[in-house]
């Protein structure tokens, strides 16, 4: 459970697996040997952070998913070839932490296979003391910020809807995800600014 420096997780030799918790289990972005349904113990999926960037603007955030303490998680666990490590990490690395909001961390993984094996997996976990911390969010806050949030990568709704249909092909809920996707389908999204301003 220790933190990651850079030449370890790029320079370790062995296959890497990778656990996805929220848009990585619906579009990982990069190549894979094996995809199987895991579950780790010890943080929980929250919508805990503010997005300033794919999902939001520092001016209107939209919130995305982090692993937060306590309870437990389940989620896909990605097994990279040793050749492709580096170059999976790096992406990751451009992906998630264009803000530097998560800790990169290692987290023993419980995979949901026959052998059903625990795997150290490469983990992005919410950093408490970034500004992007959201904490816990009453759902009409999340709500609210969901509504709003529109950033680089698209509508913030969509990435909620994408991750809760991803949850249940796996066979489980989330619930408060699940509430909150159910709230976003009678809520129409509010026009874009320039929109509202030709009005």
Not at 68 to 92: M, P, Q, S, T, Y
Not at 135 to 143: E, F, I, N, T, Y
Request: aromatic share 8%; hydrophobic share 40%.
């Amino acid at each position: 459970m220790s933190e990651i420096t850079l030449p370890t997780v790029t320079t370790a030799k062995g296959d890497l697996w990778v656990f996805g918790y929220g848009s990585l289990m619906w579009r990982p972005g990069f190549e894979f040997e094996e995809r199987v349904p895991a579950r780790l113990v010890g943080e929980h999926r929250a919508l805990c952070v503010y997005s300033f960037v794919h999902r939001g603007t520092p001016e209107q955030p939209g919130l995305v998913l982090g692993l937060d303490r306590g309870g437990a998680c389940r989620g896909i666990a990605f097994r990279v070839a040793e050749k492709n490590r580096a170059d999976v990490v790096a992406n990751l690395r451009a992906r998630e932490q264009v803000t530097s909001v998560y800790r990169e961390v290692m987290r023993s993984v419980w995979l949901e296979n026959e052998a059903r094996e625990r795997v150290s997996a490469l983990v992005y976990v919410v950093d408490r003391g970034h500004v992007q911390y959201a904490g816990r969010l009453s759902l009409a806050d999340q709500h609210r910020h969901v509504v709003q949030g529109h950033g680089q990568s698209g509508a913030n709704r969509d990435y909620v809807t994408a991750t809760v249909k991803a949850i249940e092909a796996e066979g489980f809920r989330d619930t408060q995800l699940h509430q909150l996707a159910t709230m976003l389908h009678g809520t129409h999204a509010p026009a874009p600014a320039e929109d509202r301003e030709n009005r």
